[in-house]
């Protein structure tokens, strides 16, 4: 039983996409390095959307091909995994407050890992959406 989800829209290659982000109980109170209180909690899992236009509904998505969709709280976007060294197709990045995160859609499983979005110079004008992800 999910508590709750936040969305997110994602524009890829033309399309719309929601991202329905799942949790699986109501968020602790944390304090960031800042001493604010934050609310954050385990991400359970993701669900995909795609607009299908000519019929205005939303059609699920279980795989993203070489895209790799980046989720922040002010800004989401689609990445080429194949154009840009240091991302996974078919993958959903995103942070809690400390840590980034990786959502396999082939196998619905999440790890942590060590990331920087500047591997490659082109991802530097997006190297903020590590804050972005903070609440």
């Given amino acids: 039983n999910y508590f709750y989800n936040k969305k997110h829209l994602v524009e890829s290659c033309g399309s719309l996409y ?6 699986g109980s ?3 109170r ?3 390095y800042l001493g ?8 359970e899992y993701f669900k995909v959307y795609k ?8 059609v699920d998505v279980k795989h ?9 709280n002010c800004c989401s976007f689609s990445v080429s995994a194949k154009e ?13 407050i400390f840590d980034v995160h990786v959502y396999n859609l082939d196998y619905c499983s999440i790890v942590s890992i060590d990331f920087d979005p500047c591997m490659d ?14 609440n």
């Fill in 26 to 28: 109501e968020p602790p």
């Fill in 121 to 134: 110079k082109s991802m530097c004008s997006h190297s903020s959406w590590l804050r972005i992800g903070q």
């Fill in 64 to 72: 993203l091909g070489d895209r790799a969709f980046v989720l922040g």
């Fill in 51 to 58: 607009l299908d236009e000519e019929w205005g509904t939303w």
């Fill in 36 to 43: 604010r209180a934050d609310r954050e909690a385990a991400v």
């Fill in 30 to 32: 944390r304090r960031n």
């Fill in 84 to 96: 840009l060294m240091g991302y996974q197709g078919n993958c959903i990045y995103f942070m809690d």
């Fill in 18 to 23: 929601v991202v329905d982000r799942y949790y």
